[in-house]
């Protein structure tokens, strides 16, 4: 039987000969914990491979276009990248569900989230289109599997295992979003990950771009400074006696075209966070930009500390090897191997994934399919000399609705149906006749096509804004431009409004206040009024300046949901007459 000390030295690798001679065996040092970090970052529901250049593709350092993405591609090469490795873990940088695909925005975003549990992944940042929905969604919706609406029609749907959804297996987490005027975190600020015997710390953080982001605008929450709030939880975390310290974080920046190189300074505000982060902090995984790169910054201390984004919609995955010193329990900074790992199409994909997809794909052509109202006659984009159109007025009365039901106490609504900049809301149009998706009949909406005709997920705002303001918003529909030509950029209004404008006049001088009528009263320039329209409009990122400054923002429900449900409540609709912008007589 071996005696403890020569067990000791034969673990040690102490050679025996050493004990034999009556020497001290040397102290061997104790092997690094090696920790394996895969992440990916503004997924926004991808699970369908796609074929366009955009969404489908990325460039390698040489120029070469590789063919990538999809989440059965996604599933192999994880299952690849996990092979051998004994402490592994899989996390998403924010962006990841919100997404745009049909198959997962009409679904409540429901089939990322099974995607995401059947990967694995450990918890998820929050992004600004975590957002999107309200603060209930994701937190209710999403975190807990709470149903809402119709089951089966609004939320709650079978997955692809015949499972009704139970929401997300992994957990959400940002340090810097609170509730508006709070500097408490909504959710869990870092997470603490055991790997054998040494831990590691993930801080997450959300841009603070989202609080009053066009899409994601949710006026009862606050957010917290990036680098003070994540060197805040370093501090913390180190004080519990974690050494190894990760953030992960969804704000970025842009550092060349290389998806593995850093071929140009490090510019955005990652940047700037990289360089005033705590140097307790071992290492930077971003996202938001939409970018690809893999760079070294030097800490506040001077040393090394990879800054890494992993591109979007799939497309990357990023794996970041550490090696931990189990002595001080910390990541030996140098050792560390950071590599973009292309998702590419030239693997087996995942067959339960390839399932899951299918599935979820012929799903989204039944919820297409699915009869919302009926309408008399068409509702087209097509204006008249006055800038109306039948859906343009129609959406605009969607949006008032909206400004009233969801406790805004709207007075008007104007929406942006030919912006000066942007993108144009109106998206198709609602005809009559029937089409050709056999559920279709004359005079039927079905949910994809009403889904179709407006919105792009901007939530209807309704804020308070003067008189003034509305008058100046409705000159704002002329606009000189740079070569002296004047572009028409017309709003739509609510049908409780009325307005004439003279284009005798000069732009900028066409609308006068008492040629305003809401619910047949002259627009009083001095008075305040509660307008609904869209986020992106009020911003000013569609080209109207007027609302800067407007107060008291309740958000309501984003525009595809708000024209479904005003649809849904009117049953059967009749375009509305084109009578609500008035030229006046020249001269």
């Not at 990357?316 to 560390?336: A, F, G, P, Q, W």
Request: proline share 5%; with cysteine.
């Amino acid at each position: 039987m071996r005696s403890p000390l020569l067990r000791y030295a034969l673990a040690a690798g102490v050679a025996l000969a050493t004990l034999a001679a009556g020497g001290a065996p040397a102290a061997a040092k104790p092997r690094p914990v090696d920790v394996q970090l895969l992440s990916y970052t503004d997924f926004h529901g991808y699970l369908t491979p796609m074929n366009n250049v955009n969404d489908g593709t990325i460039k390698d350092a040489q120029g070469n276009t590789l063919i990538v993405g999809g989440a059965p591609y996604i599933a192999t090469h994880l299952k690849r990248l996990r092979e051998g490795k004994r402490n592994t873990i899989t996390f998403s940088t924010g962006d990841a569900f919100s997404g745009w695909p049909v198959e997962v925005s009409q679904h409540a975003d429901e089939p990322t989230i099974e995607f995401m549990n059947k990967i694995g992944t450990s918890f998820n940042a929050v992004g600004n289109h975590e957002l999107d929905r309200s603060l209930e969604f994701l937190r209710d919706h999403i975190g807990k599997g709470e149903c809402f609406g119709v089951v089966g029609e609004d939320s709650c749907f079978l997955d692809s295992d015949g499972q009704m959804f139970g929401g997300a297996k992994f957990t959400t987490s940002s340090a810097n979003i609170t509730m508006k005027g709070s500097t408490e975190p909504i959710f869990a600020p870092y997470l603490i990950k055991r790997f054998g015997n040494v831990k590691v710390g993930f801080i997450n953080l959300t841009t603070p771009t989202t609080v009053t982001g066009s899409t994601s605008y949710q006026p009862s929450l606050g957010e917290l400074p990036l680098v003070e709030t994540a060197n805040k939880y370093a501090a913390e975390l180190s004080r519990r006696g974690v050494k190894a310290i990760v953030v992960n974080l969804h704000e970025g920046g842009a550092a060349g075209t290389d998806f593995n190189g850093c071929n140009s300074a490090l510019t955005g505000p990652v940047a700037d966070f990289a360089k005033n982060a705590s140097p307790e902090i071992d290492a930077i995984i971003t996202g938001h930009w939409h970018a690809a790169f893999n760079c070294s910054i030097p800490d506040p201390a001077g040393n090394p500390r990879p800054v890494v984004e992993a591109s979007n919609h799939g497309r990357l995955l990023n794996e970041m090897n550490l090696k931990i010193d189990v002595r001080t329990k910390d990541v030996i900074r140098d050792s560390i191997v950071s590599v973009n790992h292309a998702v590419t199409r030239d693997v087996t994909p995942d067959p339960e994934m390839v399932t899951m997809v299918d599935y979820w794909n012929a799903k989204a052509k039944e919820t297409y399919a699915r009869p919302v109202a009926k309408i008399t006659g068409d509702l087209t984009r097509v204006r008249d000399a006055d800038g109306e159109s039948t859906l343009g007025n129609t959406v605009a009365d969607a949006a008032y609705a909206d400004g009233q039901t969801t406790g805004g106490g709207a007075d008007l609504a104007m929406v942006a149906v030919a912006p000066v900049k942007g993108s144009n809301s109106l998206r198709g149009d609602l005809l009559y006749a029937k089409g050709a998706n056999p559920a279709d009949s004359d005079g039927t909406v079905l949910f994809g096509e009403a889904w179709a005709a407006w919105g792009y997920a901007n939530p209807v705002l309704t804020v308070s804004v003067t008189g003034a303001q509305i008058e100046q918003a409705l000159e704002q529909q002329w606009q000189t431009q740079a070569n002296g030509t004047v572009r028409f950029a017309p709003l739509a209004v609510s049908g409780n409004v009325r307005f004439s404008y003279d284009l005798s006049k000069a732009v900028g001088d066409r609308v006068l206040a008492q040629n305003v009528l809401i619910n047949g009263q002259p627009l009083d320039p001095a008075k305040t009024y509660r307008l609904a329209a869209l986020a992106y409009t009020l911003l000013g990122a569609d080209g109207y300046t007027a609302f800067a400054g407007y107060t008291d923002a309740i958000r309501g429900e984003r525009d595809y949901e708000a024209f479904r449900t005003y649809l849904r409540k009117a049953g059967t609709l009749t375009p509305p007459a084109l009578d609500r912008a008035i030229a006046l007589p020249a001269g």
